[in-house]
């Protein structure tokens, strides 16, 4: 009997020290002979003898006294190992699937620029990064998440068969390679299954083994709640960002958490996150009022032509039975499941889940979507929730690298595909060899003209001509100046011969602002402030781009590009602009009595009458008009709102703010396919739900602005009872009814009669169309707004009988375009737009 507990004991000792053989994390402090406490762990520096692994080359040592290292990571950060030649770091490890995470601080380097620098990173036979540049990584991220970090961590899972892990670093010729810090965590089994379900299949299940296929963390995020360090992660060290900066309508969810105490579905669910993931979660806002038209969702950039594995982490601990939470999950516009019961699923309440996906991403995509909405079978008011959100990157060829410039818009193609054959490079080179001696003799002369055209070539591109936005501080302290050349950009981007507007110093602008005072100030947003001006005794409005500002730097390039083009007297005009000393300043027309908002609600200015009402909305149609049929394909606005119709001292409204404007489709397609931007309250549940955007998507807000304009109130009010805070919905149940007047501002109360209103409300709900082909088009929604006006005007006149009852059927009946009078028409940059006067 005792030598039975003895052999139990035994066993038991072995296994243990296997655990903790499987779980022992190699953590390297590169370019150092000594170790550091950093978040808890020790790293052993990479020159310290007796360690699992060996170098190749020694390369070069770097080091940095910065203090604008990382505050968890400084003291990694101060060192770097850097490679001149291809150099390897050999791991002794057993079998198994491994985190791996290389650590990247880019300071100078004696000789070597670092930003400039390039070079290749394989794991065994995976490619993990090809022709890289750490600073071009940084800048790229900070522009797309609104950040100022100078640091970069980049995290694999590789798997090793039968043999150690050879890191190999690759610089390109003339440049350096270089790894502040390195991380090698085992895996446990059971983390990832065999099988993963395939987005859009009907149940089909795709393999995943990822000792054959490795991975590479996109986004890893703590859904609803704060980011959590990694330091709170005890199996593997993961740090967990907040969600916030990736959900496309922050007020289409609401936080939630719980101190209940929460356990794991299983023990295999006990490495997958911490439990803290699960006591915070988003959920829908207002799901009663939005249920048939938006979702939670969530956008995230990725490398094009890659499958990804997404890992959604649930955990229910509001619904106390099953069937009271039921939803789907959509990711890319395709549901990836349906009648979703995180109860049933999880097993109970309180009981930490996760559900994995995998999907693909085309050639010419490189954006993920992930939405989350009720299902039709829950209970009445079911929602949405998520508690914590993976995505990886599948590799593909035993490559992972993205070889495009994180700055391209195009898609992506694999590292072994960029490179090209040695035939075509040999046939390239005996064709230049060629084509050189044949113009040698010639001309000398003509050789003298193709370098001297070659050098104007070259001069061009290093100074290319246009606005070009701001370009983001680099992480030395160094800018890029961003002075633009004193060419416009025409309506594709191209350059135009004539710039539109007068090109204003500096010192002009400050004059006119006395100095950008503050006092001046009428509007601010994501590119910066807007002043009031005065220009040789003339308002203006002046428009300036804050030097530091990441947000709304391409918007502000694209408005320059539309007002370049566009010209109306119902949109705000282009004055001038300013381009010196790395500021980007427009300067606009000024509109004396602000927004159409101001007007309704909000403010202390006196409301506008029902006539002045519906001037300004037929001012705001024919400007939307000519943004629709002006140009060969159109232009869509994609951002119509009450705060982006202005009126002038005459009260003339005028569409402003094209920074989000989109050319319109081509001939031959039905739609530009488009990430989805604009206000919520106004937003186009089809393009929201499809990408797809139309000119119909203007339309729709348009609609929402005309019932904004007769309801004057906010278009999403959450203090409201649940079906009145949405406006759209909630004026659309009423007009439904045909009860619009119950629920008129007030203050129109005796200005305005019955069937004009009753006519407006009928082409505010055309425009609310659940679905693009059933909305009027802009030029009929003008129309029809104009029939109201003289409906309107007729009757406050004692004409009404003169409207016949043959066109009152026609304007209840009919939104096709009527024929326009012969001569209603403006000539505007040459082209004809028929507008009625």
């Excluded at 522009?143 to 970090?149: D, H, T």
């Excluded at 992480?475 to 981007?493: D, E, F, I």
């Excluded at 010196?580 to 927004?595: D, R």
């Excluded at 931007?677 to 729709?700: A, H, I, M, N, W």
């Amino acid at each position: 009997m005792k030598l039975y507990w003895v052999l139990l004991l035994f066993v038991i000792a072995c296994w243990t020290r296997r655990g903790e053989a499987q779980l022992k994390q190699l953590l390297v402090n590169c370019g150092s002979n000594s170790s550091v406490n950093v978040d808890g762990r020790k790293w052993v520096g990479d020159l310290v003898p007796g360690n699992n692994f060996t170098l190749t080359s020694a390369g070069s040592i770097g080091s940095s006294n910065s203090s604008d290292r990382d505050p968890l990571y400084g003291a990694l950060y101060k060192t770097a190992r850097i490679f001149n030649t291809t150099s390897s770091y050999n791991f002794s490890l057993d079998s198994g699937s491994y985190y791996l995470r290389l650590h990247f601080y880019p300071f100078s380097f004696g000789n070597f620029n670092v930003n400039e620098s390039s070079f290749d990173v394989t794991a065994n036979n995976l490619k993990l990064v090809s022709k890289f540049n750490v600073t071009a990584e940084i800048l790229w991220k900070n522009a797309k998440s609104n950040s100022n970090s100078t640091s970069l961590v980049k995290e694999y899972l590789v798997g090793i068969k039968g043999k150690g892990l050879d890191l190999e670093f690759s610089p390109d010729a003339r440049s350096v390679a270089f790894v502040n810090a390195i991380e090698v965590i085992p895996i446990l089994d059971g983390l990832f299954a065999d099988t993963v379900s395939k987005v859009g299949s009907n149940g089909e299940k795709n393999s995943l083994n990822l000792i054959d296929q490795g991975m590479e963390t996109m986004y890893r995020l703590n859904v609803g709640g704060p980011k959590i360090e990694s330091s709170k992660d005890s199996n593997l060290s993961r740090n967990w960002e907040s969600d916030e900066k990736f959900m496309y309508v922050a007020d289409a969810s609401t936080m939630i958490s719980t101190d209940s105490k929460i356990t794991y579905s299983s023990i295999n669910e006990s490495s997958v996150a911490p439990l803290e993931v699960y006591e915070t979660a988003r959920t829908m806002t207002n799901n009663e009022v939005v249920e048939k038209k938006f979702n939670i969702s969530w956008r995230f950039d990725v490398d094009p032509n890659f499958d990804y594995f997404i890992r959604l982490h649930f955990c229910e601990f509001v619904c106390e039975k099953a069937n009271q939470r039921i939803f789907r999950i959509y990711i890319n516009n395709k549901t990836a499941a349906d009648n979703y019961d995180v109860f049933v699923h999880a097993g109970g309440k309180d009981k930490a889940y996760h559900e994995d996906f995998i999907d693909v991403i085309p050639q010419q995509i490189d954006t993920l979507w992930l939405q989350l909405g009720p299902d039709s079978n829950g209970a009445p008011g079911s929602d949405a929730f998520l508690n914590g959100l993976e995505i990886f990157k599948l590799s593909k060829n035993g490559n992972l690298a993205h070889v495009l410039s994180r700055f391209d818009t195009g898609g992506g193609a694999n590292a072994s595909d960029s490179k090209p054959k040695n035939k075509s490079l040999l046939a390239i080179i005996v064709i230049g060899i060629s084509v050189t001696l044949t113009v040698i003799v010639i001309s000398l002369g003509f050789i003298c003209l193709y370098v001297h055209r070659k050098k104007a070539i070259h001069v061009k591109e290093q100074h290319p001509p246009g606005w070009r936005p701001l370009f983001l501080h680099g992480l030395n302290g160094s800018t890029t100046n961003a002075r633009a050349c004193k060419s416009p950009l025409n309506a594709n981007g191209s350059v135009a011969t004539v710039r539109t507007g007068k090109m204003f110093t500096l010192a002009e602008i400050k004059t006119a602002t006395n100095s950008f005072d503050e006092s001046l100030v009428i509007g601010t947003g994501g590119f910066g402030k807007v002043y009031k001006g005065d220009i040789c005794g003339d308002l203006v409005a002046i428009k300036r781009a804050h030097p530091n500002s990441q947000q709304g730097l391409k918007e502000f390039e694209t408005e320059i590009v539309m007002l370049s083009k566009l010209r109306h007297r119902h949109l705000v005009s282009m004055i001038g602009y300013c381009d010196e000393q790395n500021e980007m300043i427009l300067v606009y027309e000024y509109m004396g009595n602000g927004t159409l908002r101001s007007h309704l609600y909000g403010s202390d200015l006196p409301p506008l009458n029902w006539k002045q009402r519906l001037e300004a909305c037929i001012g705001a149609a024919r400007g939307l008009y000519y943004l629709h049929t002006g140009a060969e394909r159109g232009i869509i606005h994609r951002d119509v709102k009450t705060t982006n119709i202005l009126l002038d001292e005459s009260f003339v409204a005028k569409v402003a703010d094209f920074g989000l404007s989109k050319d319109g489709p081509a001939l031959d397609q039905t739609h530009v396919s488009t990430a989805v931007k604009g206000s919520f309250g106004y937003l186009d549940p089809e393009y929201f739900r499809r990408q797809q955007l139309t000119q119909k998507s203007d339309v729709y807000s348009f609609g929402v602005v005309l019932f904004e304009v007769v309801c004057a109130r906010p278009v999403i009010n959450p203090t409201l009872p649940r079906d009145q805070i949405n406006l759209a919905e909630w004026a659309l149940q009423w007009q439904k009814k045909r009860s619009l007047e119950a629920i008129v501002d007030p203050k129109l109360q005796g200005g305005y009669s019955v069937e004009p209103m009753k006519k407006f409300g009928e082409i505010a709900e055309k425009c609310l169309s659940d679905e693009g082909k059933d909305r009027p088009t802009m030029g009929e929604v003008l129309w029809h707004l104009e029939y109201v006006l003289q409906l309107h005007e007729a009757i406050q006149s004692g004409e009404g009988e003169s409207f016949t009852m043959n066109e009152l059927r026609y304007a209840d009946n009919s939104f096709s375009m009527p024929r326009i009078k012969e001569g209603d028409e403006e000539s505007i940059d040459g082209k004809s737009l028929e507008l009625r006067s």
